[in-house]
Nanobody, 115 residues
Framework: QVQLVESGGGLVQAGGSLRLSCAASSSISSVTVMRWYRQGLGKQRELVAATTSGGNTNYPDSVKGRFTISRDNAKNTVYLQMISLAPEDTARYYC?????????WGQGTQVTVSS
């Protein structure tokens, strides 16, 4: 079982940056895929970044070039660096780990971007 704890959210002005962290309770070196999702108020949860154990990354067009996912296996932590933030990036951001066929989720961290 993997427990995930997100941190790093907060209030930032448009154009600003934030770095989110997702700390795992156990080694992530063998975790197949680690992802960041977000869910805005009244919206569906959407994928914003993914990284595989092989180091491949994937982003939707809405965040490509602004968001960067990275992982530090030694610290069992995945990061989401976000730049050029806009009000539409306001959402609760969740970390997700896929281990085999099981999905694990954190509680999320709130990101609010003011205009």
């Amino acid at each position: 079982q993997v427990q995930l704890v997100e941190s790093g959210g907060g209030l930032v002005q448009a154009g600003g940056s934030l770095r989110l962290s997702c700390a795992a309770s156990s080694s992530i070196s063998s975790v197949t895929v680690m992802r960041w999702y977000r869910q805005g108020l009244g919206k569906q949860r959407e994928l914003v970044a993914a990284t595989t154990s092989g180091g491949n990354t994937n982003y939707p067009d809405s965040v490509k070039g602004r968001f960067t996912i990275s992982r530090d296996n030694a610290k069992n932590t995945v990061y989401l660096q976000m730049i050029s933030l806009a009000p539409e990036d306001t959402a609760r951001y969740y970390c997700n780990a896929v281990v085999g066929l099981i999905n694990y989720w954190g509680q999320g961290t709130q990101v609010t971007v003011s205009s």
